[in-house]
Nanobody, 119 residues
Framework: QLQLVESGGGLVQPGGSLRLSCAAS????????IGWFRQAPGKEREGVSC????????NYADSVKGRFTISRDNAKNTVYLQMNSLKPEDTAIYYC????????????WGQGTQVTVSS
């Protein structure tokens, strides 16, 4: 069974950092593009970042450019989202998702991890 599991969320003060991880089980991430999405209460889901299967191509939402970095370690079957200079508006549940290419509607989703930015 294909599973994606996010971890690394938590409570952080504004200006702080977190690193989210997306680990795969039941399949190899090597052949999949991985996207990070987030959804805040009362808001629509937003695409945050995506990385191609090779890692050679990445993209970011304008709201996180220069602050977030996506990367992957295929040997560990894991994708990361390094989040720096966090703002209260980054508060949301963060999900990772997999598909053949970067898409706003990928086929496989994790269960999400909560990120709260607050003083």
């Amino acid at each position: 069974q294909l599973q994606l599991v996010e971890s690394g969320g938590g409570l952080v003060q504004p200006g702080g950092s977190l690193r989210l991880s997306c680990a795969a089980s039941g399949f190899t991430l090597d052949y999949y593009a991985i996207g990070w999405f987030r959804q805040a209460p009362g808001k629509e889901r937003e695409g945050v970042s995506c990385i191609s299967s090779s890692g050679g191509s990445t993209n970011y939402a304008d709201s996180v450019k220069g602050r977030f970095t996506i990367s992957r370690d295929n040997a560990k079957n894991t994708v990361y989202l390094q989040m720096n200079s966090l703002k209260p508006e980054d508060t949301a549940i963060y999900y990772c998702a997999a598909d053949d290419w970067c898409s706003m509607d990928p086929g496989y989703w994790g269960q999400g991890t909560q990120v709260t930015v607050s003083s």
